[in-house]
């Protein structure tokens, strides 16, 4: 079984954005807002940060009291739009129980949110504008263009079909004219479908669900799931059990990961250079 090295991949996409931007007259501003002070959550959030200075950005930590109200969160978000050279704007999740996260999404103005979470720019990417796509999504059909294998008569099963992976993903798929088998709770022949699968792309965050009984000879693995087993941080996939069947695999952590980082980041290039076109 061969490992999909996503922090690899992710410097060279990040290194190739970096060239880019030293090319703009303006230095692009990327902003991350982060309620409360969850510490696995400010160290992600840091990450991204040091991936986005080295990619050439500025980079602002918006981090507000998990007390702070709705209202006051909306404001401050709409500030943030209006700061100067801003390119991209995004708000971790979760947020504190007490806040709708829709219409604080919904605040972020469409031109910078590269996470693609407000109503506007998920209605765009659904009906086909791809230009921002969700980064978790993108990243996924990133990793299987670096792998180089013709997709159009292969079985691809995507395990879940949440917001965040399972449905942009699917959609992103689909837009190519594959052939793609959504996998969820209520699918009643799961065993069938993850049987035939030659590209497996899981994203449920049930640690460890897909083990080697499930899957064929020579599958190829994507696992955007994550979600904590005794203190780690784990995928969905099993990798011990998968490892004399699969033929690759993107593990948790160091896959699909770094690469969803690199292309939020690839996102904000692509606010930035509309945002140089506009200045002249």
């Given at each position: 079984m061969e490992i999909i090295d996503g922090r690899k991949i992710s410097s060279e996409v990040v290194k190739g954005i970096k060239a880019e931007v030293k090319k703009l007259s303006f230095k692009p501003l990327f902003c991350d807002v982060l309620v409360g002070s969850n510490?696995?959550?400010v160290s992600y959030v840091r990450m991204k940060g040091k991936k986005a200075e080295k990619a050439g950005f500025g980079f602002k930590f918006a981090q507000y009291d998990e007390n702070i109200s709705q209202?006051?969160?909306?404001?401050?978000?709409?500030?943030?739009?209006?700061?100067e050279n801003m390119c991209g704007l995004i708000v971790q999740l979760p947020l504190p129980p007490h806040l709708d996260k829709k219409p604080i999404l919904d605040a972020i103005d469409p031109a910078v949110d590269v996470d693609c979470m407000g109503e506007v720019n998920s209605q765009k990417f659904y009906s086909g504008d791809i230009r921002l796509p969700p980064p978790t999504a993108a990243a996924i059909i990133y990793i299987l263009d670096t792998l180089d294998i013709d997709l159009k008569d292969k079985n691809i099963v995507v395990v879940g079909r949440g917001e965040l992976v399972g449905k942009p993903v699917t959609f992103l798929l689909k837009q190519r004219g594959l052939k793609v088998d959504?996998?969820?709770?209520?699918?009643?022949?799961?065993?069938?479908?993850?049987?035939?699968?030659?590209?497996?792309?899981?994203?449920?965050?049930k640690a460890r669900l897909i083990t080697g009984d499930k899957i064929k000879q020579g599958c190829i693995i994507i696992d955007a799931g994550t979600s904590e087993s005794n203190g780690s941080?784990?995928?969905?996939?099993?990798?011990?059990?998968?490892?004399d069947k699969a033929s690759l695999i993107s593990p948790v952590p160091?896959?699909?990961?770094?690469?969803?980082v690199a292309m939020l980041l690839s996102n904000v290039l692509k606010v930035a250079k509309d945002k140089s076109k506009k200045l002249g």
């Open positions: 510490p696995v959550s209202d006051e969160l909306v404001s401050e978000i709409n500030k943030l739009n209006k700061l959504i996998v969820t709770r209520s699918t009643p022949n799961t065993e069938e479908l993850l049987a035939a699968a030659d590209v497996l792309i899981s994203a449920t965050g941080i784990v995928g969905d996939v099993d990798n011990s059990s998968v490892s160091g896959g699909v990961g770094p690469v969803t």
